[in-house]
């Protein structure tokens, strides 16, 4: 199951993971981020670091990341971010910028 992020576990769980992290930024009146959803579960069922960040529950860290369209996927790797997807996103594309 995806994780949730949030501002007190973003550094921990995100910028400081060892592996690549995929945080999809969402809300849960958006359509198009409840079709990304089941994608998003799958890659966490896989095994990939996956976690969501509600973005009208933490509006700081879409400040933070510029996010001005949902879904937005982002993938960090060494505490920086390396993929930037808007929209829809298939699965492996995700799958691709997180190997």
């Known amino acids: 199951m995806a994780k949730v992020f949030t501002?007190?576990?973003f550094e921990t769980?995100?910028?400081n993971a060892e592996k690549s992290v995929l945080?999809?930024?969402?809300?849960?009146w958006c359509g198009p981020c409840r079709r990304q959803?089941?994608?998003v579960e799958e890659l966490a069922e896989a095994g990939y670091e996956v976690g969501k960040v509600d973005?009208?529950?933490e509006p700081a860290?879409?400040?933070q990341y510029k996010i001005m369209s949902i879904p937005t996927l982002l993938v960090f790797k060494?505490?920086?971010e390396t993929a930037r997807y808007v929209g829809l996103t298939p699965k492996a594309t995700l799958e691709?910028?997180?190997q």
């Open 61 to 63: 860290l879409a400040q």
């Open 7 to 9: 501002t007190d576990n």
């Open 55 to 57: 973005v009208d529950k």
């Open 23 to 28: 945080v999809d930024f969402w809300a849960t």
């Open 13 to 15: 769980e995100v910028l």
């Open 78 to 80: 060494g505490g920086k």
């Open 37 to 39: 959803a089941p994608i």
């Open 96 to 98: 691709e910028a997180l």
